[in-house]
């Protein structure tokens, strides 16, 4: 089945589901409250869990959420305080953050404010913070203006993860790569290799700090 289809059903689920949650309203209201904003009827559901997949891989991505919400004419589902889990078969990495949004007609996932990255990823031990995340479960990537992530000694700058099927890409324009002794050098990509090895382009450009 269709990555695509498959979060359609996920969203249909829910949309399905907000009819429940308008009848449960009037017999306990504390749990499930409708509201109606603009002519617009809105549903909320507490303590969600979604499971995703990306396009022609075995990694998944699972949303835990305090609460998701919808709006009858959109095909977005909003999350709060949500914790993403994403697992392979040498990945598993956790991202939280305040908020986010899975745009299920885009198959994308968007996250935002006090994001933390934190995992392994092919043996490698991974933390890190970052501003906005899109997660693109088609392209089978993360991207954002300002990713930071700490691996080994080094502490990375960059703008995209490429996941494929045996290693991790990272990618920048350019890469800011600082070690523990304060030497900053500039790259466009680094991968880390199945085997946890952080393979670096031949050439790197030392960066001037005067």
């Known amino acids: 089945m269709p990555k695509s289809i498959f979060v359609y059903l996920v969203a249909l689920f829910f949309l399905t589901g907000s009819i429940l949650f308008i009848t449960s309203f009037f017999l306990n209201s504390s749990d499930n409250e409708i509201e109606n904003v603009n002519s617009e009827i809105i549903f909320e559901a507490k ?3 979604i499971n995703l ?4 891989s075995n990694l998944d991505l699972k949303v835990k959420s305090s609460m998701v919400n919808s709006l009858k004419e959109e095909k977005n589902l909003y999350v709060y305080k949500p914790e993403i889990d994403l697992s392979g078969k040498n990945i598993n990495l956790k991202i939280t953050s305040d908020n986010g949004k899975i745009s299920y007609d885009k198959n994308i996932v968007q996250i935002e404010n006090n994001i933390l990255v934190s995992g392994e990823a092919n043996g490698k031990a ?3 913070s970052s501003d906005p995340i899109y997660i693109n479960l088609d392209q089978k990537n993360l991207s954002s203006e300002k990713l930071i992530l700490f691996i080994d000694e080094y502490k990375i700058l960059l703008n995209e993860i490429i996941l494929e099927n045996e290693e991790m890409v990272l990618k920048g ?3 800011y790569l600082l ?4 030497l ?3 790259t466009s990509m680094i991968r880390l ?3 946890g090895e952080l393979f ?3 050439k790197l450009k030392i960066k001037d700090l005067n």
């Open 47 to 49: 303590n969600i869990s």
């Open 173 to 175: 324009n350019p890469i």
């Open 200 to 202: 670096f382009p031949n």
């Open 193 to 195: 290799k199945s085997n």
């Open 126 to 128: 991974i933390k890190g």
């Open 184 to 186: 900053e050098t500039e």
């Open 53 to 56: 997949g990306f396009k022609d």
């Open 179 to 182: 070690d523990n002794e304060g």
